[in-house]
């Protein structure tokens, strides 16, 4: 398992997002996402360009958690 990194999420949504970090990534690993009052969050590695990748939850996020999540992001 890799150690945990400081990383760039944009394009998050129920399903998933998109990661940038130094870290180089596999298609098919799974990670972890630790979101704001949240524990972590698995997710799969689903396509890598480099070092940044597009990962799917593995289980979705409820709406109301991604609309807490965005809002204490834009604040």
């Known amino acids: ?3 945990s990194s400081s990383s760039t999420v944009s394009d ?3 399903t998933g997002f ?3 970090t130094h ?7 799974d990670i ?9 969050r698995w997710a799969k590695v689903a396509w890598v360009p480099g070092f ?3 990962c799917s ?3 979705p996020l409820h709406q109301a958690v991604l609309d ?5 992001a834009n604040a």
Request: overall charge neutral.
């Open 52 to 54: 940044e990748a597009g």
């Open 32 to 40: 972890s996402l630790t979101l704001p009052g949240l524990g972590a």
């Open 68 to 72: 807490d999540v965005l809002r204490r």
């Open 12 to 14: 998050l949504s129920l």
């Open 23 to 29: 870290m180089k990534f596999t298609s098919g690993s």
């Open 1 to 3: 398992m890799e150690p």
């Open 57 to 59: 939850f593995d289980e």
């Open 18 to 20: 998109r990661i940038r």
